[in-house]
C-alpha cells in the first residue's frame, strides 16, 4: 500500500484554473504573463491555506514554461517540459522556496543575494519565493531592500505573508500587492466535493457543509479536516459521523438532552449529557449546539423553514418540530436566554459539568422560573401584599393595579362613634371632592381645637413651600365654600380653616404615604432578593430587578 498523502498536498492546485476564489489576484497575474508586464517583486497578504504559496508556485512555472499557452480556462503552463517538471517536483535550482521563519537572518539574506546575481541555469527567469516574509529581522529587511533597489532583471521575487503590518514601507513600496480572500464556506464545499467524487468518497453533502463552515476559510483546513473524518468514518461520509470526529456532538444526543429539558425530565437530560461527557466532548461545544437546536426548535414553532446553518436532514428538522410542540414559544425564548447566558458560565468555570448540570436542570424545570406563584409564597413580604414578578431577561416586575388607598377609604367611611380627625375628614370627601382631597392631602394639620369650647374655632392647615400651589387652589372661592360646608357636615358645627404656609410643616398625608409605600417597597425587594428562585433566575439571566409595585389587600 502505498503511504497516504495528505488531501491538501495531493491536492495542491496545479494551474490557474484549478484556484478557487482568488478571481483578481489570478486575473491580474495571468493578464501580466501575456503582456509581458512582470513585476520584480510581488508581496502575496492573506490568512493561511488560501493559496498564496500555490498561486506563487503556478505563476513560477507559467512565467517560466517555454510552452505555456492561453484557452479558455485562460492561461496554463505545459506541466511537461524540463522546468514545469522540476518546479512541480519541487527541485527547481531557479524557483527558490525560502521560509522567511527560519532564514530570518542578515546572513541568510546577503546569501541570497549574492546567488541572485547568477543567470538562471536554464530559462529567462530566476525566481525566489520567500514565505512569513514578516519574520525578518530589521538587519535582514535592509539588506533585502538594497536587492529590491537594484534588482538583476533576471530576477523575481515573490514574498508572502500573513502579517503585511509587519513589514517596512520601504519594502512594501517597491512590491505589488496582492490582498488574497478567505475562501468562502460555498466555494470550499464545491472543492472537496470535488476531491471526494475524485477520491471515490461517498459524502453526504450536509456533512461536506458542516466540514466547509468549520474550516472557516481556510481551503487548506477544510482539506485537512476531510483527512481526520476519513480517518475516523472510513469512505461513507455521514453527518454524523463528520459532526463526531470533528467534535461537534451528535444529533442524537443533543435531540435527546433537548427532549429531557422541554419534557421536563431534568434526569434524562443530565444523564445524555453525563455520557456525551464521558466520550470527552466538549461542554462548551454540547451547550452551543443545544442552542442551536433550540434555535432550530423556535424557528419551527413560528413555522420557519430549517435554517441553513444548522445543517439538518428532514429527519432532524422531523423531531425538532416535535419537540417544540412541547412548550409554548414563550417558554422556549426563556430556556434560550437561560442557555445562552449561561455558556460563558461553562466555559469559564473551572467545573463546567457541574456548571452545565445545573444549567440543565434549571432548563428542564423552567416553568418555575416562570410562575409568580412559587415566588408569590415565599417572597411576600406581609400576608396581605402580593408580589408579582416575571422572570424575563430584564427580570422586571409585574403586578395587577394596586387600588388607591382613595378607593378603598371611600368605601369605608368613619363610624358615628369615630373621634373626627383631619384625615378622617379629608378621606370623608374623597369620593365627591376628589380635586379638593387630593389638594388637602398635601397640607399637615395642628391638632384640631376642642371644638366644644370655641364657638367658631378656628383651624391651621400648614402647607410647606414647595406645596404653596396646593394653597393657593384652595384659596379660590369655591374650594373655600366648599371647605367651609364640608368640615361643618363632618365636625358638626362651623370651622374657620385657617391654610397657611410654614417652613417645617412637617409630614402632610400624603408625604406621610410615600414613605410608607417606600418602606413596603424596600422589604418587597429584600424579599425578593432573598428569594433563591430569583436569584438564580437573576444569576442566569443577567437582569437587573425591575421595580416593585404592592398589591395591596389579598394577593390575586
Ligand atoms: N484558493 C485555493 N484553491 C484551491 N485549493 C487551495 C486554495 N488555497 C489553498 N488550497 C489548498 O490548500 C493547500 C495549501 O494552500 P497554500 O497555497 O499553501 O496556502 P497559503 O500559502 O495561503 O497558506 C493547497 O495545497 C491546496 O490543497
Ligand atoms: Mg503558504
Ligand atoms: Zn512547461
Redesign the pocket.
Known sequence: MSAYVVL??K???AQFK?????GPVVRTLMNAIQAQRIHQAYLFT?S???????IARIFAKAVRCPNVSVGEAGLQSCDNCPSCREIAAGNSVDVIEIDGASNNGVDAIREIRENAKYLPSSGTRKIYIIDEVHMLTTAAFNALLKTLEEPPSHVIFIF?TTEPHKIPATILSRCQRFD?KR?TASQIQG?ITEVCTAEGLKAEPAALALIARAAEGS??DA?SILDQVIAFSGQKISLEGTRESIGVIGSQATLGILKGILGRAPLDALSLANAAYEQGHDLKVLTRSLIEFLYGAILAKVGAQPPAVLETSADEWKEIQALAELRPLEELEIIFQVLHHGIDSVSRSSQPKIVLDILLIKCATADVLISADAVQQTAAPTGSSGLKTATTPSVSTATKPAKTQAEQASTAPPAAATPRTWEGFVESIRKNKPMLATALEYSVAAELPDLTQVQAPVFKIHFSADDSYKRDQLQARAYRDDLDHLAKDYFGRPIVVQVVISENAGESMAAKRDRERKIKENHAREAVFSNPIIREAQALFGGELGPIEITEGNAP
Open positions: 491538501a498536498r491536492w495542491r492546485p484549478d484556484i478557487v476564489g482568488q492573506g493561511r491555506g488560501i493559496g498564496k504559496t500555490s508572502a488574497f475562501v472543492r481551503m487548506r482539506l
